[in-house]
């Protein structure tokens, strides 16, 4: 398969796994949650509850954890990717706190130790096929620049710092878990001046939090789901912020050659 066959494969899959690639956006399925409500799912997803129950069939406003529901759009047609990026949801105030590093008090947590937990890997979980493949990774991580930040989000119409983690490694065949803390447990943990392009990197915005998670891309440079800019972009190590409140990097996929 040619170079750029195979980044329109890749590409084709991204789409399809955040949810992008459907009917017109005529409908897509969401699975329920422990915990999600009728009413949750329809405030985030900006239906309303008469149309859930008519799309979905239901008598009664009751749901159970593991049901997947329909969730209707307001058209039929594709829309354009801009106009998918430009939706905006409200994060919950509590993390959009924690990630941005201000505390209710407004004061600026201290920095905590780079702890790992007791399960966590020595060894990276896989390995690169070759140098050019861990470039189209930096590049599919690019291709979401500007996609809503949102609170437990995992589609292109909002998604937070995890949930992106992990559905870009999930496009080049690995799992990772679903959130910051358990993500900070797993892989190789790296110094700071060892980061190389495709390790994650930890932060912390509260006392003794491991909070927060982006990708590396090179330079100082990293991507990340952005609560306190409601958007994933890039941002430097080197920018106060993020310098104070660095914990460690976590190398997840490694080349043959650096092994």
Known sequence: MGRWSFVGVVLIVLLVSFGFYQK???????????????????????????????????????????????IPTHSSTLQPVQTLLQQRS????????????????????????????????????AKWTSSEERNLFVRVVKNFLGVPYRLGGS???????????????EIFNTTLPRTVREQFRIGKSVAEEELQEGDLVFFNARRS????????IG???????SSQNRQVKVDSLDMPYFNKHFLRGVRIK???SDS
């Open 24 to 70: 017109g956006w005529a409908e897509e399925r969401y699975r329920v949650k422990p915990g999600d409500t009728l009413s949750g799912i329809s405030k985030s997803f900006g239906v309303s509850i008469d149309t859930l129950k008519k799309a979905n069939r239901l008598a009664k406003d009751t749901i159970k954890s593991g049901q997947v529901l329909v």
């Open 90 to 125: 409200v994060p919950d105030a509590e993390e959009e706190r924690e990630e941005s590093g201000i505390r209710e008090d407004g004061v600026a947590p201290a920095r905590v130790e780079n702890e790992q937990g007791k399960d966590a890997l020595p060894e990276p979980l």
């Open 155 to 169: 589609t292109l119409k909002g998604i937070d710092c995890s949930a992106f983690v992990k559905k870009i490694y």
């Open 209 to 216: 939090s491991i909070s927060h998670v982006g990708i590396y």
């Open 219 to 225: 330079n100082r440079e990293f991507v990340h789901a």
């Open 254 to 256: 490694e080349l043959e």
